[in-house]
């Protein structure tokens, strides 16, 4: 993702050129894909033979699945499509074939899992045509999917024209023979992308969930002990800080600001105090939560993640 707001952010800076990213969702990929059509497609297309393919074979054959609660546990049922998730190898055979056409239609791509992320430059006065090469190489992944036994889902395809200006293109795409409108923003593996890339929805949105969790951990705060309340807050809500937090790198002093006002909300309820407390202290030699900003030198920041010790500190 950092690779994606990195290429489209190099592109605008001309203030000529605009940039279309477009987000497929697959339907229920990792279940659907059939074996003996991805073993065909090893062997066609990467030249994987004897006993690597039979390794291959092995891995995909004879899978079965079973639900365990307690001490019960159902029969035991034949997996014949799928791979497995939530493993190394599984979404790399998914996408061993896919990603291979953007880039014959000109696209920068990125495939992660089941989720691909295409993204096209062009100038202003092209938007129709860019648009229009966007839908013939959905149409082509498309294709190859129903090829492959497998399906998109148009209702969680999203489509973004990204540009400097405050007059973005409204140009739509074609999808499966549904016409997909462009929105003002899209998510983008759980972070939220805007037209001008300066990620303020992202952090609209991030805040406002952080501070609804703050709200419900400070109801019953009396009942929770110092590291149980510090336990709680870095689970639901550091970690979402912490998510993807280099792509907050260029981000303004105000926008970042809203940030830090969430950490400092948070050490407010570990440790008690109202909001006028200082709590620089806190978060430097307790809690381990570091900001560091360095604006006049590169008008950048950089979110530093807490110790793993934090825990530890809480005291």
């Not at 339907?27 to 003996?36: E, G, L, W």
């Not at 497609?41 to 004879?62: D, E, H, K």
């Not at 889902?153 to 400097?164: D, I, Q, R």
């Amino acid at each position: 993702m950092l690779k994606c707001i990195l290429i489209l952010s190099l592109h605008l800076t001309n203030a000529d050129s605009q940039a279309v990213l477009t987000l497929l969702d697959m339907t229920a990929t990792f279940d659907t894909v059939d074996h003996s059509t991805l073993l065909q497609l090893l062997q066609r297309s990467y030249g994987i033979s004897g006993n690597p393919l039979a390794w291959f074979t092995s891995y995909l054959a004879a899978r079965e699945q079973s639900v365990r609660f307690r001490d019960k546990q159902s029969p035991s049922c034949h997996v014949p499509h799928g791979v497995p998730q939530g493993s190394v190898l599984g979404p790399l055979l998914y996408v061993a074939d896919a990603a291979k056409i953007p880039e014959r239609h000109g696209f920068d791509s990125h495939f992660y899992a089941d989720d691909a992320q295409l993204y096209l430059t062009c100038r202003r006065n092209d938007s129709a045509t860019c648009a229009s090469r966007v839908s013939k190489c959905i149409e082509e992944t498309d294709q190859w999917m129903a090829a492959n036994r497998l399906a998109m889902n148009p209702a969680k395809t999203g489509v973004l024209w990204c540009s400097t200006s405050h007059q973005q293109s409204d140009s739509p795409v074609r999808l499966a023979g549904v016409t997909v409108l462009p929105s003002s923003e899209v998510r983008n593996l759980g972070v939220v992308f805007d037209s001008d890339l300066s990620l303020k929805a992202h952090v609209s949105h991030l805040t406002a969930r952080c501070y609804s969790c703050l709200r419900r951990i400070k109801s019953c705060r009396r009942t929770l002990t110092r590291i149980t309340a510090a336990t709680v807050v870095n689970s639901l809500i550091v970690t979402r800080l912490d998510y993807c937090n280099g792509l907050l790198a260029g981000c303004t002093k105000q926008t970042l600001d809203k940030l830090q006002r969430v950490l400092n909300c948070s050490a407010r309820v570990i440790f008690g105090g109202d909001s006028r407390r200082h709590v620089t202290r806190l978060l430097r030699d307790h809690l381990h939560w570091l900001w560091t900003r360095n604006a006049s030198r590169s008008n950048s920041a950089y979110w530093c993640t807490r110790q793993s010790t934090a825990l530890h500190h809480v005291i």
